[in-house]
């Protein structure tokens, strides 16, 4: 069964403290890894896209990389306003479909 | 370019009411997706269309939820009779074709039913 979890599932960071959020996968033929950032009261938002192991991707203070069994969201001196939920999804498997973790809630503190 | 657009943002109901809910894709995106997110939780796929046939809605409560694209645009979803269960956000998003490539999301509905 294709399945994605997320951790840790709450990061509390003091603004310039670097981290990572780890994204663990079970996927039958992966066509791709997400990464969706969510801020609350609206709809994902989408910041990668990963299709192979080794593959990485930046944007801004985020930085993406993908293993044949997880991925990565590396955070590199966050700001206040990077606090918000990530997600990370897969597609793949049998029907093709996006399936989502639970999501990493990320609060930065000034 | 204009993003994926829903309405109502907000809608509260009693338990076995209907409610209906609209999404307008991103011009040109043939690919359209309802998705149901309880709080806490990620998004959970209830349906896929292409233009306007259905791809997947195994995850679809098919005895109360339908959704429909008729004319391989906008697209509506129904719940009829409403159970206090259905109380979260729905999500619709859209992409240019098939699995593989980034969805973009609406800003989704929250529903509360009481």
């Known amino acids: 069964e294709d399945q994605v979890t997320q951790s840790p599932e709450a990061l509390r960071l003091q603004e310039g403290e670097s981290s990572s959020l780890n994204c663990s996968y079970t996927?039958?033929?992966?066509?791709?890894l997400f990464w969706y950032r969510q801020d609350p009261g609206k709809g994902p938002e989408f910041l990668f896209t990963?299709?192979?192991a080794g593959e990485e991707k930046e944007k801004e203070r985020l930085k993406a990389t993908l293993t044949k069994k997880e991925s990565f969201l590396h955070i590199t001196a966050p700001k206040p306003e990077d606090s918000a939920t990530y997600l990370c999804a897969v597609c793949g498997g049998a029907t093709n479909k996006l399936i989502f973790g639970t999501g990493t809630l990320l609060a930065v503190q000034p | 370019e204009a993003g994926v657009a829903q309405s109502p943002r907000y809608k509260i109901i009693e338990k076995r009411q209907s409610v209906a809910f609209w999404c307008n894709p991103i011009?040109?995106?043939?690919?359209l997706y309802w998705y149901q997110q309880i709080l806490g939780q990620g998004p959970k796929l209830l349906i896929q269309?292409?233009?306007?046939?259905?791809?997947?809605d195994s995850q679809l409560p098919k005895d109360r939820f339908s959704a429909e694209r008729l004319k391989g645009v906008d697209s509506t979803l129904k719940i009829q009779p409403a159970k206090l269960e259905d109380s979260a956000v729905y999500l619709c998003?859209?992409?240019?074709?098939?699995?593989?490539?980034?969805?973009?999301f609406g800003p989704g509905t929250r529903l509360t039913v009481t």
């Open positions: 269309f292409q233009n306007n046939g259905v791809v997947d």
């Open positions: 011009s040109g995106h043939a690919t």
């Open positions: 990963l299709y192979s």
């Open positions: 996927v039958s033929g992966l066509r791709g």
């Open positions: 998003a859209s992409t240019l074709n098939s699995a593989g490539n980034e969805q973009y």
